[in-house]
């Protein structure tokens, strides 16, 4: 008896349901400047410099790492979708720049249909929320080098920002004001510590530490996007420079705004750390040094400010429904 595909462990036909359970969800992102469909060997996006004076393309690449496996862990896959959109638009957004399109990139261990469909859904709703269309990707199969249950995710994203209003920092000046916004969870970092620290100890169905929900859904909340925000917070105040607080923490982003010479002063009692970091803190004995580099501590964006600014860029933010507070200066 010959061998086949399928019994090396890629069923095509799999990949085929796949390609039909997300026409739905990828066309729900398309707007007037997407042509073509799923399925063609490129994604088509009709760009018009016409609407810039000097329009600059920014992309950016990422992934959601070991975030995965809590996903797998507790089957849950529609946050990791937006995790992955979400995150790539922060990247992009802190420069100024506002998305386009976006691209994905899903590899399995044994490729689960219904399973892809979840995670490509997350990624079509973070998408539609971000003004952004899903223009292509790719799904692959690949046992032997994942479990079958195991997958690895990511993502790109291609923006536009006029270059006169490319965000780089290098106005930012001793005494200028370090404005914190919140976010909703360890986003997408930090998770080979939390899992280390956390599930030796307690089952994702559990409840430690007062936290509001069970710990495997605190630990899939999606990664918050600041793009709305970050679009507030530059037509109502002089914003210098962004920073999206991702792997590193808060200084360790921030100081990639900085001009040379510029350091930070942060004031790391100015706002209630969340119960999540708490817990992950005190099961795992960790110091607040180590903590502060490899999670968000909850602030997930930081704005730099002159200090005559520091008024409206608050009343900016609490307009749009996003309170921010000041977490410290630079010197």
């Not at 996007?225 to 507030?232: E, G, M, Q």
Request: proline content about 4%.
């Amino acid at each position: 008896m010959s061998d086949t595909y399928k019994d090396a462990g890629v069923d095509i036909d799999a990949g085929d349901e796949t390609v039909d359970r997300i026409k739905a969800h990828v066309k729900s992102t398309a707007n007037a400047n997407v042509l073509g469909g799923v399925g063609f060997f490129g994604g088509f996006y009709r760009f018009d410099p016409s609407a810039y004076r000097e329009p600059v393309l920014v992309s950016s690449v990422d992934g959601v790492g070991t975030k995965l496996m809590v996903a797998v862990m507790h089957d849950k896959h529609d946050a990791i979708g937006e995790d992955i959109v979400n995150h790539c638009v922060n990247d992009i957004a802190v420069c100024g720049a506002k998305p386009l399109f976006f691209l994905d990139y899903v590899a399995f261990g044994k490729l689960d249909p219904a399973r892809a469909e979840r995670i490509v859904a997350g990624m079509a709703k973070a998408c539609r929320e971000n003004e952004c269309a899903l223009v292509g990707g790719e799904t692959a199969e690949m046992p032997g080098l994942y479990a079958p249950d195991d997958y690895d995710l990511a993502g790109t994203i291609v923006g536009v920002v006029e270059k006169s209003e490319i965000i780089t920092g290098e106005r930012v000046a001793k005494g200028d004001v370090l404005l914190g916004f919140r976010s909703n969870g360890l986003h997408t970092n930090g998770y080979s510590l939390a899992r280390k620290v956390l599930l030796d100890n307690y089952a994702l169905t559990d409840r430690p530490g007062g936290l509001e929900r069970d710990l495997g859904d605190e630990l899939l909340i999606p990664h918050k996007s600041y793009l709305k925000l970050i679009a507030a917070l530059r037509d109502g105040a002089d914003v210098k420079a962004f920073s999206h607080v991702t792997g590193g923490g808060l200084v360790g982003n921030t100081a990639r705004a900085l001009p040379e010479g510029r350091s930070l002063d942060v004031k790391w009692d100015a706002w209630e750390t969340p119960a999540i970091f708490r817990l992950i803190q005190n099961e795992g004995e960790i110091a607040d040094e180590e903590m502060r580099r490899a999670f968000n501590m909850g602030v997930g964006l930081v704005a730099i400010v002159a200090p005559e600014s520091v008024d409206a860029a608050l009343k900016a933010a609490t307009d749009a429904g996003e309170p921010g507070f000041v977490v410290g200066n630079v010197v």
